[in-house]
Each structure stands twice: as structure tokens, then as C-alpha cells.
């Protein structure tokens, strides 16, 4: 099993919809959880990064961690078309990150 | 802040040669730094950890000896792929990890081409 799940999708929306993007990991020992967006033949970018559970905004998108349930979300608000990428989340503890295997989404107009 | 740039963005060299891909953080320093390797719509591969005045760690089934890791430096790590052949084709993109935060962050990749 690995050590953080990652539905890949493809997943396919209308402009405008709510978009949520899930994993989930094992490890209980990780302290930083990100989100990262990879635009197809670019290198990640980090969108969201946080340290506790909670909930962190930023702009269209909102991050979400329980760490009891071991689960975070994405979420995007007004998904646009520009947001069609895939999505990485990440968790990482004493230096080193675990990635998820991403998951696609396409933004339809 | 916490730019990291790879250079070159895109190599096209003939089977057999040598080719180094620098990896810089601009604006933080990073004790750590990783090599990725991506297949189209596949997700990020490590190969190695490559951490500044030490030597590099390698995923297992990565060659090290074709992969040659530097960090002489907490800005600057260079891959270097000796006798490229045309498998070795591929996307390879660092990352440098913010030693205050945790958190990598990647550099735009460098798409390597072997004839």
C-alpha cells in the first residue's frame, strides 16, 4: 500500500463548478501537507501549503487537513478553464516529501 | 520568493554524449535538493536525494554511476547524464527543499532529448 493515495481522475468539469481534489496517507509522522499544480511539459508549482489541521484559503482555492481521518482536500471555487492541470498533493516530514500520483482536471468553457 | 531555475530547458544531444542539467535556488537556500524524472502523463519518479557536501542517495534501480549527482553548493545541484542513449529521453525536473519549511519547491524541468 502506498503511503499517500491519490485518486488520478480524469476528472472533467463545466466552468464555474466546485472542485474538490482528495488524498489520503498512512503516515501519521507527516507534519507539512501541499498542493501542487503541474501545468503538462512545466514543473510543479506550489499552491497551498500547511502545517496543522484546518482549513486554508487562498483566493479560489481552499486547502483542507484532518489529521485524525488522515485526509486532505483541495478545493477550487469558479474553476476556470486555466485551472485544466494536474494536481499533486505532498506530504513531507524531516525533510523529505511524499507525493501523490497526481490527479487530472479539465476545466471545460 | 522561493524560485528555483533549471538550466538548460531543453537539450537535444546525440547518443553517447554527456549532458548536465544545473539546478539553482535563487532567493533561499536548500541543504536538500531531488532529481525527478517524468514520462508523459506519468506521474514524478525520484531518482536520487542529493544533499549539499555529501554524497547523493539514489532511489533503488537508479545507476549512479550514469546519474551524476553534485551539490557543492546550498544553491546550486547538477545531474549529469553520461552516455545518453535514446531511453534516457525524458522530462527531469529538481526540486529544492526550503530548509525552514519543508516544503519543495521545483524548478520548470528540462526535457532532454537523445538521438
Known amino acids: 500500500q502506498k503511503e499517500v493515495e491519490q485518486d488520478p481522475g480524469p476528472l472533467s468539469v463545466p466552468e464555474g463548478a466546485i472542485v474538490s481534489l482528495n488524498c489520503t496517507y498512512s503516515n501519521s509522522a507527516f507534519q507539512y501537507f501541499m498542493w501542487y499544480r503541474q501545468y503538462s511539459r512545466k514543473g510543479p508549482e506550489l499552491l497551498m501549503y500547511?502545517?496543522?489541521?484546518g482549513n486554508k484559503e487562498d483566493g479560489r482555492f481552499t486547502a483542507q487537513v484532518d489529521k485524525s481521518s488522515k485526509y486532505i482536500s483541495l478545493f477550487i471555487r469558479d474553476s476556470q478553464p486555466s485551472d485544466s492541470a494536474t494536481y499533486l498533493c505532498?506530504?513531507?516530514?524531516?525533510?523529505?516529501?511524499?507525493f501523490g500520483d497526481g490527479t487530472t482536471l479539465t476545466v471545460k468553457p | 520568493g522561493a524560485v528555483v531555475s533549471q538550466h538548460p530547458s531543453r537539450v537535444i544531444c546525440k547518443s553517447g554524449t554527456s549532458v548536465k542539467i544545473e539546478c539553482r535556488s535563487l532567493?533561499?537556500?536548500?541543504?536538500?535538493m531531488f532529481w525527478y524524472r517524468q514520462f508523459p502523463k506519468q506521474s514524478l519518479m525520484l531518482m536520487a536525494t542529493s544533499n549539499e557536501g555529501s554524497k547523493a542517495t539514489y532511489e533503488q534501480g537508479v545507476e549512479k554511476d550514469k546519474f551524476l549527482i553534485n551539490h557543492a553548493s546550498l544553491t546550486l545541484s547538477t545531474l549529469t547524464v553520461t552516455s545518453a542513449h535514446p531511453e534516457d529521453s525524458s522530462f527531469y525536473i529538481c526540486s529544492a527543499n526550503n530548509d525552514n519549511t519543508d516544503t519543495q519547491y521545483f524548478g520548470p524541468g528540462t526535457r532532454l532529448t537523445v538521438l
Open positions: 505532498a506530504m513531507a516530514n524531516a525533510g523529505k516529501s511524499t
Open positions: 500547511t502545517y496543522s489541521s
Open positions: 532567493d533561499f537556500q536548500a541543504t536538500t
